[in-house]
């Protein structure tokens, strides 16, 4: 059974960066495309970043363009989640899942996903 664990979230300003790592162990990384959600008290979970294993093509949330980038290394195998300039409201606890592709269903699609790491961005 494969596993994903994600890392790297804390405590940062608004303003400031994190990279979100997604180690993955039991699959080989680049036969799946690997999604990031989050979930925010109060809120609905939302799709965050899609990274396809075909093309290394990603899709991002409107609220999260120009702003995080996701990128994978197959040889670790690792997703990365390179977020800037952070908002409060990126606030939340951060998944990284497996799902077939990043078509637009990606989000609903997803086999199984880490425990979550959390992001809370505050001054």
């Known amino acids: 059974q494969g596993q994903l664990v994600e890392s790297g979230g804390g405590l940062v300003q608004p303003g400031g960066s994190l990279r979100l790592s997604c180690a993955a162990s039991?699959?080989?990384?680049?036969?799946?495309?690997i999604g990031w959600f989050r979930q925010a008290p109060g809120k609905k979970r939302e799709a965050v970043s899609c990274?396809?294993?075909?093309?290394?093509?990603?899709s991002y949330a409107d609220s999260v363009k120009g702003r995080f980038t996701n990128s994978r290394d197959n040889a670790k195998p690792t997703v990365y989640l390179q977020m800037n300039s952070l908002k409060a409201d990126d606030t939340g606890v951060y998944y990284c899942?497996?799902?077939?592709?990043?078509?637009?269903?990606?989000?609903?699609?997803?086999?199984?996903w880490g425990q979550g790491t959390q992001v809370t961005v505050s001054s």
């Open positions: 990274l396809s294993s075909s093309d290394g093509s990603t």
């Open positions: 039991g699959f080989i990384l680049d036969n799946y495309a």
């Open positions: 899942g497996i799902t077939p592709d990043c078509g637009s269903n990606w989000y609903s699609q997803l086999g199984y």
